[in-house]
Every structure is written in structure tokens, then in C-alpha cells.
Nanobody, 128 residues
Framework: QVQLVESGGGLVQTGGSLRLSCTASGRNFSNYNMAWFRQAPGKEREFVAAITWRGDRTFYADSVKGRFTVSRDKPKNTVYLQMNILKPEDTAVYYC?????????????????????WGQGTQVTVSS
């Protein structure tokens, strides 16, 4: 059974940091593009960051560029999202996603439609 399990969410003050982890199980995800999305109450799920299956390209939403960093550890089947200088508007449920296609363009990897597997989400709350 394929599973993506996120962890690392929590409550943090404005300006603080968190590191989210997403560990995949059930198959080898080393050839999968991986991404983070988030969804705030009453809003649509939005792209946050992605890393290609090779790990040689990363993409970020403009709202997080310069503050968030996505990375992956292939032997551990894990992808990370380091979030710094957090703001109240970063408050959301954060989801990990995996895509098995060979797509490597920003246009493709920022779309929710391309991803085949999703985690259950982890809550991030930033207090002002």
C-alpha cells in the first residue's frame, strides 16, 4: 500500500521556523517528482514547492520564495520543507504529493492535477 506521511507541523510564532517531513512507503519514490501544497480554511489547495525526481530542479510559489526550501533524501524516501520567517498567512494544512510522470517543467509541477499520491496533511499554525 502506497502511503505518504507528513510530520513536523505545529504552532509557531511569526518569524519562527518549522521543518516538515514527508516519508513515502509502499514503493520506491526515488523516480517521483515530489511537491508540497497547502490549503487554508475556505480556500483552494495551492502549490508551495516542488522538487524534480532527479533533485536537480526546485520550484516555489512566489509567496514563499526565499523563505522556504524543499529538499529530498532518496535513500530515506523522504522529502522535506524547511520553512523560515513564517507569517500568519502561511497558516494552513500542508500536503505532500508524489508524481510518477517524467514532467520537469514548472508549469506541470505546480498543478494539483499531475500528482498521483497525496498525504493526509499536517497542520501549520502561525500566530501573530
Amino acid at each position: 500500500q502506497v502511503q505518504l506521511v507528513e510530520s513536523g507541523g505545529g504552532l509557531v510564532q511569526t518569524g519562527g521556523s518549522l521543518r516538515l517531513s514527508c516519508t513515502a512507503s509502499g514503493r520506491n519514490f526515488s523516480n517521483y517528482n515530489m511537491a508540497w501544497f497547502r490549503q487554508a480554511p475556505g480556500k483552494e489547495r495551492e502549490f508551495v514547492a516542488a522538487i524534480t525526481w532527479r533533485g536537480d530542479r526546485t520550484f516555489y510559489a512566489d509567496s514563499v520564495k526565499g523563505r522556504f526550501t524543499v529538499s529530498r533524501d532518496k535513500p530515506k524516501n523522504t522529502v522535506y520543507l524547511q520553512m523560515n520567517i513564517l507569517k500568519p498567512e502561511d497558516t494552513a494544512v500542508y500536503y505532500c504529493a508524489a508524481d510518477r510522470s517524467p514532467a520537469v517543467s514548472r508549469y506541470d509541477l505546480t498543478s494539483v492535477l499531475i500528482y498521483d499520491y497525496w498525504g493526509q496533511g499536517t497542520q501549520v499554525t502561525v500566530s501573530s
